[in-house]
């Protein structure tokens, strides 16, 4: 009885452990996937005159070359963000590169000056963002949808990771002189 009684409490306690272990699993899962972080591409700027020619490269190997003016860069996604069940489930959120232009910092400058603007939609692609607006309820796994902005100093020789979280765009210094 007495032998009876301790493998019970043995199971009970590896039971409990393991249900321990399952939370503390589920939990460390879920927060990973939704501080998850997928990779967009890289742009590198070399300055030329009063201009910069800037190179986004994505992870297809894709590279695209233009030119830019101002002293900032902003990079404009649409995106699409799944419910967070969706999420847990391993649904990343969709993207779509929108445009690219070059900005100033200075307000007045910018209105003065005519900002160079480079459009990055990809021509004949299936259009999930605007389906996404159309029939939201047909597709109840979404969210939401909306535009995501980031903007960074131009700098010569300097170049930035760009990465897309479930709540938008994220662009880092990958090089340069300083990590402003």
């Known amino acids: 009885m007495l032998r009876s009684a301790f493998k019970f409490g043995l199971t009970g306690l590896g039971g409990g452990l393991a249900a321990v272990a399952l939370l503390l699993g589920s939990n460390f899962w879920g927060y990973s996937r939704l501080t998850h972080e997928s990779e967009v591409g890289a742009i590198e700027f070399k300055r030329q005159g009063d201009v910069y020619l800037a190179v986004l490269s994505t992870p297809h190997n894709d590279k695209k070359s233009f030119t830019l003016k101002g002293d900032e860069w ?6 699409i963000k799944w419910k ?5 489930l391993g649904k990343d959120t ?3 590169l929108d ?25 004949g692609v299936v259009d ?19 535009g995501s902005s980031v903007f960074l100093p131009m700098e010569d020789g300097v170049s930035y990771r760009i990465t897309m979280s ?14 402003q």
């Open 166 to 179: 479930n709540t938008g765009v994220l662009a880092r210094r990958a090089n340069g002189v300083t990590d």
């Open 99 to 123: 445009r690219i232009s070059g900005r100033y910092r200075d307000a007045q400058k910018q209105l003065e000056e005519r900002p160079s603007l480079v459009d990055l939609r990809e021509n």
């Open 128 to 146: 999930v963002w605007a389906l996404a607006r159309d029939y939201p309820d047909i597709l109840f796994m979404i969210d939401a949808q909306y």
């Open 74 to 79: 902003q990079l404009d996604t649409r995106l």
């Open 94 to 96: 969709l993207y779509q």
């Open 84 to 88: 967070a069940w969706a999420t847990l």
